[in-house]
């Protein structure tokens, strides 16, 4: 019997192997399929902000909330492990791979091609085919400069900056600005993320 959704992201948030030709990585191959469709249709031609935002719903299964906004073109693989908060906006060119979950907090900004991973391939070459899903989890709040990238199992604290081009390979504190290969805390924002809530 062939593997289901809610069966395939329950093994992706225990961050379990999914062995390649399993069940679980026949899934994701099929899955796939379907993102692809869904984003072949989001980039080609104009489509007003409501599509867009339909199109979003189509690809993640849930409903987007009319404050999103993104800017295709915009590249997806799976799609149903991705959850965008409100007032969420995401920039041009940007590359989301949430087979392992992707979170984007409330008011948080994605610059132009940002590139967000969520999958780890087994360091031994003969089982390289094997993965590791960890999510990434952005806060409220979050600014991603242009070209950043984060890497498997991150979490962005509310308040965060990153800087242009860093490539994020830890967790970020809240209220800090990040930057550089890989990113550093730079300074403190100066600013207290949680006020006014």
Not at 160 to 189: E, H, N, S, Y
């Amino acid at each position: 019997m062939a593997m289901q959704l809610d069966e395939f992201l329950q093994l992706a948030a225990r961050g379990q192997l999914l062995e390649s030709g399993s069940a679980a990585h026949d899934f994701m191959h099929r899955a796939a399929q379907d993102a692809l469709r869904v984003t072949a249709q989001l980039n080609s031609g104009y489509h007003p902000p409501e599509q867009v935002r339909a199109l979003l719903g189509e690809l993640t299964g849930q409903p987007i909330h009319d404050t999103v906004a993104l800017f295709p073109p915009f590249y997806c693989e799976f799609g149903k492990n991705l959850s965008f908060g409100r007032n969420v906006f995401v920039n041009l060119g940007c590359r989301f791979q949430d087979t392992g979950g992707i979170t984007i907090g409330d008011e948080s900004l994605i610059g132009h091609g940002c590139t967000l991973t969520t999958l780890n391939h087994a360091v031994d070459p003969v089982r390289r085919g094997d993965m590791v899903p960890a999510p990434i989890t952005i806060g409220r709040r979050v600014w991603l400069g242009a070209s950043v990238t984060v890497v498997p199992g991150v979490t962005i604290g509310d308040g965060a900056i990153v800087g242009a081009g860093a490539v994020v390979t830890r967790d970020v504190p809240a209220d800090t600005i990040v930057a550089g290969v890989p990113a550093r805390v730079i300074r403190g924002t100066g600013f207290d993320s949680s006020a006014g809530d």
